[in-house]
T-cell receptor, first 111, second 114 residues
Framework: DAKTTQPPSMDCAEGRAANLPCNHS???????VYWYRQIHSQGPQYIIH???NNETNEMASLIITEDRKSSTLILPHATLRDTAVYYC????????????FGPGTRLSVLP | EPEVTQTPSHQVTQMGQEVILRCVPI?????FYWYRQILGQKVEFLVS????????KSEIFDDQFSVERPDGSNFTLKIRSTKLEDSAMYFC????????????FGPGTRLTVT
């Protein structure tokens, strides 16, 4: 699985968009980009995933560059409850395979 | 909304004792996982389980660990002889099928070994 690089921490003002970057320059053609988050030692929570097209759901948007070497998770209107550690994971295929979590980005949403 | 549940939420045990951590995955899910997170560290994969057998395990999952699905609803992790370094949060996760993308995680069991 390709390695990912994320900034260790970021701040965002409440109500503003939070843009969390992830580099995955060694990603291969069949690998997906997944985003999970972990709020204060709770179980990780799935946010979104994508292969090459941009994706949006009720939680967030995922923008993947055309060369797929990096991506950005966007929380359009961050709230205090979005304060968490955000993990970008690149994973090939999905047949019963586990996730490898890195250190992630600690996002602090400030009032 | 269906969710993964885990019991107990906190377990304290003495070194050398056996512990069983319990999970109830979402009812129609077929793939099951255990992860652990030592305080302040990364979430680490332990084992995956499908069709009543282990499909993948990490090097952390040595002979002192075992998993079982004793009935149609529970999924358990047993640690035979606990060590101080087994103190961690243990998360259970499940997934509906092999082609689904999303793993649903439980709230975790905090294991403290004294």
């Amino acid at each position: 699985d390709a390695k990912t690089t994320q900034p260790p921490s970021m701040d965002c003002a409440e109500g503003r968009a939070a843009n969390l970057p992830c580099n995955h320059s060694t990603i291969s053609g069949n690998e997906y980009v997944y985003w999970y988050r972990q709020i204060h030692s709770q179980g990780p929570q799935y946010i979104i995933h994508g292969l090459k097209n941009n994706e949006t759901n009720e939680m967030a948007s995922l923008i993947i560059t055309e060369d797929r070497k990096s991506s950005t998770l966007i929380l359009p209107h961050a709230t205090l409850r979005d304060t968490a550690v955000y993990y970008c994971i690149v994973k090939g295929g999905n047949y019963g395979q586990n996730f490898v979590f890195g250190p992630g980005t600690r996002l602090s949403v400030l009032p | 909304e269906p969710e993964v549940t885990q019991t107990p939420s906190h377990q304290v045990t003495q070194m050398g004792q056996e512990v069983i951590l319990r999970c109830v995955p979402i009812s129609n899910h077929l793939y099951f996982y255990w992860y652990r997170q030592i305080l302040g560290q990364k979430v680490e994969f332990l084992v995956s389980f499908y069709n009543n057998e282990i499909s993948e395990k990490s090097e952390i999952f040595d002979d002192q660990f075992s998993v079982e699905r004793p009935d149609g609803s529970n999924f358990t992790l047993k640690i035979r002889s606990t060590k101080l370094e087994d103190s961690a949060m243990y998360f259970c996760a499940s997934k509906i099928t092999g082609v689904s993308y999303e793993q649903y995680f439980g709230p975790g069991t905090r294991l403290t070994v004294t």
